[in-house]
């Protein structure tokens, strides 16, 4: 089993509409948490952290949840721009400080 | 403008050859790492470094030689002992520091994109 885990998709919806991905995480350890958003053929880019208390940065709203070791991230009113490879990251520091991603999940947003 | 700079963006590399690829980073940034990403699959730690003159093996360290000479430079050897080089290359920095203070947020650069001939 992956340490990061992610439905890699992909979801495919059409603009204006709201999605939500999930990501689970399997080291209790785990300190930190955040969504990177890649596009094709290019580096990862640093989306948002993900809070305890959950953040919102306009369309997108992050949420961590502790007891269950998951992360979400949810897009509102979809745009075109928003089609890419949504990454979740998790740093731990048990045996040594780490940054984990998962796979990925691709989302195709269409007119 | 701080960022991280790759070099070349693309090679091609005949086999048993050895290859080096360039990271230079101005973000003052602690911390270096190389990660490889493969189609499909998620990033694989290759080496770290955490400071000048020392560095440590990620999970797929094998075929692969780093040097960390000065903060800003960290080049990345890809030996002819690396079976399967072909890959999507990327190279990352980060404050070191505790989670509150917003350190260990991984920056990239824009990747350098292997191919054996």
């Known amino acids: 089993r992956k340490e990061v885990e992610q439905d890699p998709g992909p979801f495919n919806v059409p603009e204006g509409a709201t999605v939500a991905f999930n990501c689970t995480y399997s080291n209790s350890a785990s300190q930190s948490f955040f969504w990177y958003r890649q596009d094709c053929r290019k580096e990862p880019k640093l989306l948002m952290s993900v809070y305890s208390s959950g953040n919102e940065d306009g369309r997108f709203t992050a949420q961590l949840n502790r007891a269950s070791q998951y992360i979400s991230l949810l897009i509102r009113d979809s745009k075109l721009s928003d089609s890419a490879t949504y990454l979740c990251?998790?740093?731990?520091?048990?045996?040594?400080?780490?940054?984990?991603f998962g796979a990925g999940t691709r989302l195709f947003v269409k007119a | 403008d701080g960022g991280i700079t790759q070099s070349p963006k693309y090679l091609f590399r005949k086999e048993g050859q050895n290859v080096t690829l360039s990271c230079e980073q101005n973000l003052n940034h602690d911390a270096m790492y190389w990660y490889r990403q493969d189609p499909g699959q998620g990033l694989r730690l290759i080496y770290y470094s955490q400071i000048v003159n020392d560095f440590q093996k990620g999970d797929i360290a094998e075929g692969y030689s780093v040097s960390r000479e000065k903060k800003e430079s960290f080049p990345l050897t890809v030996t002819s002992a690396q079976k399967n080089p072909t890959a999507f290359y990327l190279c990352?920095?980060?404050?070191?520091?505790?989670?509150?203070?917003?350190?260990?947020?991984?920056?990239f650069g824009a990747g350098s994109r292997l191919t054996v001939l």
């Open positions: 990352a920095s980060s404050m070191l520091g505790t989670a509150a203070s917003g350190a260990n947020v991984l920056t």
């Open positions: 990251v998790v740093n731990r520091l048990t045996g040594g400080f780490k940054t984990i």
